[in-house]
C-alpha cells in the first residue's frame, strides 16, 4: 500500500516560513513524482509544485514563485516543501501526492496523481 505522510505545518505569522515534509511509507519514491497541493475551505483544491522523480525538473504554481522551494531526499524517502514569507492567502491544508512516472518532468495537474496523503494545515495570521 502507497502511503504518503505529511508534517510540518502549523500555525505562523505572515512573513514567516515552515517547511513541509512528505513521507513515503512502504515503498521508496525512486521513480515517483511528487507534488504539493493545497485546498482553502470552499476553494478547489490547487497544485502548488511538483518535482520530477530525480529532482531534474520542478514547476510552481505563480503566486508561490520565489517564495516555496521544493526538494527531495530519496535517501530519506522524503519529499520537502519550504514555504518563505507567508501569506494569509496560503491559508490551506497541504497534500502531497503521487504517481509513477520515472525519466518524466511533473505536472501539477490533479488529476494525474494516483495516491495522496491526509494533509497538513498551515495557518497564516496577519
Known amino acids: 500500500q502507497l502511503q504518503l505522510v505529511e508534517s510540518g505545518g502549523g500555525l505562523v505569522q505572515s512573513g514567516g516560513s515552515l517547511r513541509l515534509s512528505c513521507a513515503a511509507s512502504?515503498?521508496?519514491?525512486?521513480?515517483?513524482?511528487i507534488g504539493w497541493f493545497r485546498q482553502a475551505p470552499g476553494k478547489e483544491r490547487e497544485g502548488v509544485s511538483c518535482i520530477s522523480e530525480r529532482g531534474s525538473a520542478t514547476q510552481y504554481t505563480d503566486s508561490v514563485k520565489g517564495r516555496f522551494i521544493i526538494s527531495r531526499d530519496n535517501a530519506k524517502n522524503t519529499v520537502y516543501l519550504q514555504i518563505n514569507n507567508l501569506k494569509p492567502e496560503d491559508s490551506a491544508v497541504y497534500h502531497c501526492a503521487g504517481y509513477w512516472r520515472p525519466n518524466a518532468h511533473c505536472t501539477r495537474d490533479k488529476g494525474r496523481y494516483e495516491f495522496w496523503g491526509q494533509g497538513t494545515q498551515v495557518i497564516v495570521s496577519s
Open positions: 512502504g515503498f521508496t519514491l525512486d521513480n515517483y513524482v
